[in-house]
Structures are given as structure tokens and as C-alpha cells.
């Protein structure tokens, strides 16, 4: 994934600075010259290859957002409906205060990396390949706790470089309750309500924090509804706001959350994952078929979701990996049917 932040340094500022410069040079050189020919053939190239920071290839497309959350997002109508207006209020303010922060919760997949794809998807015309978009996953990118000082400078250089390069970018931070406090804590800056920092607005980036960290308290709650006799497609974000702030906001045991991003509400919007149940399951192996090019065939959708472990122990009804490695076990199953 080319947006992805593999290394620090040198690679990286030039990884930032190779488009930006092309970007800006070519443009007015171009269309300065009023050149055809080779000039512009060379142009085409360019930007057939490399993305620009411009609307030609960031665009927010509101419709194809809802589309793909009620099409291909399944069992999760309250992350999709916050979701939605989360991004429409977002996109279409031209002035806003403070970069978007969504934080998104619940038990391993579920969809939360799924959903930061057809946000970026629906924005960005290269989608998760854009330079624009940068991913972090916690024990990958910030391994060791004595590296926590060059950790931090690093991630402020490569924040405020990639947003002075582009201001709509958008950083994904996966795995936030494996981060070390320190490092959320420089986040803060750039996600605050601050016109400029260092004559750099922060305004138009989006940053999504991902984590497990209250995915069993959700669950509870989906539990206790089902108990009760209610609907799941019944339950409200107000049903499980209080789950969320209980183990996020007063859990000491998640070092992570005692840091100022929370004491100072920079998060706009935590956005509860439901646990997924078998009929999602089955969904998410139709739907990969589809990816995949196969014939719809439900008999192996059903194989699939019969192969996942359910909990809890007594009544099987949550997928224990939601709708995770269903693409090996459908090639395993087409193969030995
Ligand atoms: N709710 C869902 N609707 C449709 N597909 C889903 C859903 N949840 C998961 N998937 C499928 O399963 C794959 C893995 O899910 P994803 O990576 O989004 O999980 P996650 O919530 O980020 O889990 P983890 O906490 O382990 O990182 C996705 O790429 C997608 O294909
Ligand atoms: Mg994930």
C-alpha cells in the first residue's frame, strides 16, 4: 500500500516532497508554455501514475459513501449511520475548526478497518493506494517503548509534512490501545482547535483511531438486548454510549485513554462496532465471492459461517472473529467441495 508509512527519514521526506514538487512544477510549466506535444504527453504520464493533492483525485462522493455502507458494511447500522454524518458534516463545511477525529470500537473483525477503506474509497479516486492517506499500526510502527522520544519527533515531522504536502489527508491509527500515552499525546496538537500551528492548518485531515478497547462492552449490551426480547436493529448509539465511555473514559487498566485526547474532547465521534452474528457471516461470504469472481452459492456461505467459532459458550451467536479470515476458508471449502 503505497500510502502506508513504512520507514522514517530520508525516504520518507521524499516520498512526500517527489509528488508534491512534480505536482506543482508541471502544472505551471505545462500550461505556462501553452505546450502540447511532448510536454504535455509527458503530463499525461505523470499524472496517470502519480496523484496530485487537487480535486481530480480528492473529492468526497457523499452518495457512493451510503451506498457502499448500506450495501456492503453488513450488521453495523449504528457505525454506519455516525459514520455517514460524521463525513457529510465534515466534507461539506468549508470551515472547519478542527481536523476530523473518529475513534472506532469494537472485537476483531467486525469491519473497522473495512469502513476506513470505503470512507477513503469515497474520497480519494485511488482509495487505500493514495499517498494521501497514511496508516499506523501501533506494534509494527512503534515497537519499542526506549525508542518513545525519536518515536515522537518522528510522527510530528511525518504529520506536519504530509499535511503541508496535502491538507486533505488522512491518517489511520490502528491498534490505539497498544500506543504508548506518549505518543497519542503528540498527536494533540494537530487534532486541536488550532487555526495554524507553524503557519500549517490541520483543518481538512481526517485522523481515525482504531481499537479492540470496548468491544466486550458492546457486546454485553447487543447480549442483554437479545436476552430481552428486543431487535438488535433496534439498538441506538444512545444504548451503547454508556458501555463505550465505561470502558474507555474509566477504564485504568487502558493506559492509552489517559491522555489529553480524551480530557480535552478532541475525538468527535467514538463509533461502537456491533459483534457479528452468523447470518453477517454468511453475508460476508457471499460478498466475497462476488470479490472474487465465483458464482453467488450460498451452500458454501453457509459451510463458511458452520466453520467460525461462536460465543458465548452457552448460546453461539457471536462470530469470535466476526467476518476475519473468511476469504481463506472459501477458498479452502471451494477446493474440497
Ligand atoms: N461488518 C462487516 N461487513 C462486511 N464485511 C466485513 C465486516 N466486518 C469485517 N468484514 C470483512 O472482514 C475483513 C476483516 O475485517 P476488518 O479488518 O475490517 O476487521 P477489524 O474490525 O479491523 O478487526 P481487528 O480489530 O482485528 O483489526 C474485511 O476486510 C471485510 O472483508
Ligand atoms: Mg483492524
Given at each position: 500500500m503505497s500510502g502506508t508509512c513504512k520507514t522514517f527519514g530520508f525516504v520518507l521526506t521524499c516520498y512526500i516532497l517527489i509528488p508534491t514538487v512534480a505536482c506543482q512544477l508541471f502544472t505551471p510549466v505545462v500550461f505556462g508554455m501553452g505546450a502540447a506535444g511532448a510536454a504535455s504527453i509527458v503530463w499525461r504520464v505523470y499524472k496517470y501514475y502519480y496523484e496530485c493533492c487537487s480535486s481530480k483525485w480528492i473529492a468526497f462522493n457523499s452518495t457512493g459513501l451510503n451506498v457502499d455502507l448500506k450495501q456492503r458494511l453488513f450488521g453495523q447500522h449504528v457505525a454506519s449511520r455516525v459514520v455517514l454524518n460524521a463525513m457529510k458534516g465534515f466534507m461539506n463545511n468549508n470551515n472547519n475548526k478542527k481536523p476530523l477525529v473518529l475513534s472506532l470500537h469494537g472485537l476483531t473483525g467486525t469491519g473497522k478497518n473495512f469502513v476506513s477503506q470505503l470512507i477513503a474509497e469515497n474520497i480519494y479516486k485511488k482509495g487505500m493506494d493514495s499517498s494521501f492517506i497514511h496508516q499506523f499500526v501501533a506494534t509494527v510502527h512503534f515497537p519499542h517503548k526506549s525508542k518513545i522520544n525519536t518515536y515522537k519527533s518522528q510522527l510530528q515531522r511525518w504529520i506536519k509534512g504530509n499535511v503541508t504536502n496535502c491538507p486533505q489527508s488522512m491518517f489511520i491509527f490502528d491498534e490505539m490501545d497498544k500506543m504508548h500515552p506518549g505518543l497519542i499525546d503528540t498527536i494533540k496538537p494537530y487534532v486541536d482547535?488550532?487555526?495554524?500551528i507553524d503557519g500549517v492548518s490541520f483543518n481538512q485531515a481526517i485522523f481515525i483511531f482504531l481499537s479492540n478497547a470496548g468491544g466486550e462492552m458492546i457486546t454485553e449490551v447487543v447480549l442483554d438486548f437479545r436476552r430481552s426480547g428486543?431487535?438488535?436493529?433496534?439498538?441506538?448509539l444512545k444504548d451503547l454510549e454508556k458501555a463505550l465511555s465505561l470502558s474507555i473514559f474509566n477504564n485504568k487498566e487502558s493506559g492509552f485513554w489517559h491522555t489529553s485526547l480524551i480530557d480535552k474532547n478532541l475525538v468527535d465521534f467514538f463509533i461502537p462496532f456491533l459483534p457479528l452474528e452468523y447470518q453477517h457471516v454468511v453475508q460476508c461470504g457471499m460478498a466475497e465471492m462476488a470479490t472474487k469472481g465465483l458464482k453467488p452459492n450460498h451452500t458454501l456461505a453457509d459451510l463458511v459461517a458452520k466453520d467460525m467459532i461462536y460465543f458465548?459458550?452457552?448460546?453461539?451467536?457471536?462470530?469470535?472473529?466476526?467476518?476475519?479470515s473468511i476469504s481463506s476458508k472459501l477458498d479452502f471449502y471451494r477446493d474440497h467441495a
Amino acid at each position: 500500500m503505497s500510502g502506508t508509512c513504512k520507514t522514517f527519514g530520508f525516504v520518507l521526506t521524499c516520498y512526500i516532497l517527489i509528488p508534491t514538487v512534480a505536482c506543482q512544477l508541471f502544472t505551471p510549466v505545462v500550461f505556462g508554455m501553452g505546450a502540447a506535444g511532448a510536454a504535455s504527453i509527458v503530463w499525461r504520464v505523470y499524472k496517470y501514475y502519480y496523484e496530485c493533492c487537487s480535486s481530480k483525485w480528492i473529492a468526497f462522493n457523499s452518495t457512493g459513501l451510503n451506498v457502499d455502507l448500506k450495501q456492503r458494511l453488513f450488521g453495523q447500522h449504528v457505525a454506519s449511520r455516525v459514520v455517514l454524518n460524521a463525513m457529510k458534516g465534515f466534507m461539506n463545511n468549508n470551515n472547519n475548526k478542527k481536523p476530523l477525529v473518529l475513534s472506532l470500537h469494537g472485537l476483531t473483525g467486525t469491519g473497522k478497518n473495512f469502513v476506513s477503506q470505503l470512507i477513503a474509497e469515497n474520497i480519494y479516486k485511488k482509495g487505500m493506494d493514495s499517498s494521501f492517506i497514511h496508516q499506523f499500526v501501533a506494534t509494527v510502527h512503534f515497537p519499542h517503548k526506549s525508542k518513545i522520544n525519536t518515536y515522537k519527533s518522528q510522527l510530528q515531522r511525518w504529520i506536519k509534512g504530509n499535511v503541508t504536502n496535502c491538507p486533505q489527508s488522512m491518517f489511520i491509527f490502528d491498534e490505539m490501545d497498544k500506543m504508548h500515552p506518549g505518543l497519542i499525546d503528540t498527536i494533540k496538537p494537530y487534532v486541536d482547535y488550532y487555526k495554524e500551528i507553524d503557519g500549517v492548518s490541520f483543518n481538512q485531515a481526517i485522523f481515525i483511531f482504531l481499537s479492540n478497547a470496548g468491544g466486550e462492552m458492546i457486546t454485553e449490551v447487543v447480549l442483554d438486548f437479545r436476552r430481552s426480547g428486543k431487535d438488535r436493529a433496534d439498538i441506538t448509539l444512545k444504548d451503547l454510549e454508556k458501555a463505550l465511555s465505561l470502558s474507555i473514559f474509566n477504564n485504568k487498566e487502558s493506559g492509552f485513554w489517559h491522555t489529553s485526547l480524551i480530557d480535552k474532547n478532541l475525538v468527535d465521534f467514538f463509533i461502537p462496532f456491533l459483534p457479528l452474528e452468523y447470518q453477517h457471516v454468511v453475508q460476508c461470504g457471499m460478498a466475497e465471492m462476488a470479490t472474487k469472481g465465483l458464482k453467488p452459492n450460498h451452500t458454501l456461505a453457509d459451510l463458511v459461517a458452520k466453520d467460525m467459532i461462536y460465543f458465548p459458550k452457552s448460546e453461539k451467536i457471536f462470530s469470535s472473529k466476526g467476518c476475519k479470515s473468511i476469504s481463506s476458508k472459501l477458498d479452502f471449502y471451494r477446493d474440497h467441495a
